[in-house]
């Protein structure tokens, strides 16, 4: 009986149910002035058509994905208004099949291999490894999310007294290479040799989460490589935007109140228990926390608040020369350009994100977004032989903007003070010895 009701159920759905993309094309349009811009913008709440970038004023490409019925009115629509287009990826699905994810135990090593992708379940098992390995590494919870799984990160810590520096990855689902970075960073801040990495690892607490959108991300894995939101039912369609949906200019410029849109911002601040516990986790530790860093794909951008408005608030002088520093030192490993400014300059306005709420709520120093490779050509299938380069310039851009802070008088950890304090007595003793012969 239950072997032929599981035969049926193989025949009606296939052996593999996951959401195929065959046939869908991804487009890179290249507006050239506002009015393509414009034309663009009249497209976007087109449902036929995936936007993977925004046609934000300033955007000088703009990601669309397009199925086969769709996509000869698109190539149409941007030649009819003179907007210059490419195709980067003809068969999508080609892309995801030629995408590696690996399955990490803690019977088969310690380590992550740097050329592939992991589940949720190998990331959370890699955190435990970690964990039973390194006595200054703990498991931390972040809260959870709308299906009641953990948002499991790592807390590495060298002692008491010291200032926090924040990671939040994976708060959209597709955007693999987010997860992937964060758990190199990790990687690097616990078993690296290079003096100045084990130093940033010892002078600060960082709490690290890979994946705070894990009922999204293990959709990806499972059913739709390609889904960004959370897995919360609304009506006939599923999911919020996570990062719509902090209590910051709610349902502003930027998202939508139509659950069928990826920018879906909820049905208020703070609705989604992603959101609202991983919150009340930041405020627990506000007081401590130095620096945020929040990462996303794509676009090769360093991102800082505000998403609403263009003007350059709160220490934006300070963190825009900071950013840029650390841009540069991003650069030289493999030439890899970013550029930094606001969110709303930089790329496009938003309401309800996760560093303006951290910027205003908690009055964090600095804040920023890492929108990490590529530049429109792979998008969010950014293939895994580029976790390990973007992984290293992006390490090396984390220890830059360290450096940079300190020079124009950030990151005072308390553990550093206490250091210099007792440096600096010691010298004062040996000098009064010297004295005393």
């Known amino acids: 009986m239950w072997k032929l009701l599981a035969f049926l159920i193989t025949v009606l759905v296939g052996v593999n149910s996951k959401l195929r993309f065959d046939n869908y094309t991804l487009y890179k349009a290249l507006p050239k002035n506002l009015d393509e811009i414009k034309k663009l913008q009249e497209l976007y709440n087109d449902k036929r058509f995936d936007f993977w970038s925004d046609p934000a004023p300033n955007a000088d490409y703009v990601s669309i994905l397009s199925n086969l019925e769709n996509k000869i009115y698109l190539e149409e629509y941007l030649s009819a ?227 609403n408005t263009t003007d350059q608030l709160a220490n934006y002088n300070d963190a825009i020369k900071i950013g840029r520093r650390a841009m540069g030192a991003l650069s030289v490993r493999f030439n890899t350009l970013y550029n930094a400014g606001n969110v709303a300059e930089a790329i496009y306005l938003a309401s309800g994100v996760s560093i303006d709420w951290v910027k205003e709520s908690i009055n964090v120093p600095l804040v920023y977004v890492y929108e990490l490779r590529d530049r429109g050509n792979f998008g969010s299938l950014l293939p895994a032989d580029q976790i390990l380069p973007t992984g290293q310039e992006t390490m090396d851009s984390i220890l830059e903007l360290i450096h940079q802070a300190k020079r124009l008088g950030y990151m005072s950890s308390s553990a550093s003070t206490l250091q210099a304090t007792i440096a600096l007595l010691s010298s004062l003793t040996i000098v009064f010895i010297i004295l005393s012969i």
Request: aromatic residues 12%.
């Open 81 to 307: 208004h003179k907007i210059n287009f490419t195709v980067t990826l003809p068969n999508i699905q080609e892309a995801i099949d030629k995408e590696t994810v690996a399955t990490y135990s803690r019977s088969n090593g310690r380590f992550m291999n740097w050329t592939t992708y992991y589940d949720l379940d190998s990331i959370n098992s890699w955190i435990d490894s970690l964990v039973e390995t390194h006595e200054e590494a703990s498991v931390i919870y972040g809260g959870v999310s709308y299906e009641e799984r953990q948002i499991k990160g790592i807390k590495i810590s060298h002692g008491a007294g010291r200032k926090i520096i924040f990671i939040e990855g994976g708060i959209h689902a597709r955007e693999w290479i987010s997860p992937a970075v964060v758990n190199y960073i990790t990687n690097e801040l616990l078993t690296s040799d290079d003096e100045e990495t084990r130093a940033a690892a010892r002078e600060f607490d960082w709490h690290i989460f890979p994946v705070t959108n894990p009922d999204g991300y293990l959709w990806t894995h499972t059913e739709n490589r390609l889904w960004r939101k959370n897995r919360r039912p609304v009506g006939s369609e599923f999911g919020v935007d996570l990062n719509r949906n902090w209590n910051i200019n709610w349902l502003g410029i930027g998202a939508s109140s139509n659950p069928a849109m990826d920018n879906y911002a909820g049905t208020g601040p703070f609705s989604e228990p992603e959101t609202r516990s991983l919150s009340e986790y930041i405020r627990s530790i506000g007081d401590e926390i130095e620096m945020y860093l929040s990462f996303h794909s794509f676009g090769q951008l360093l991102l800082l608040p505000f998403g």
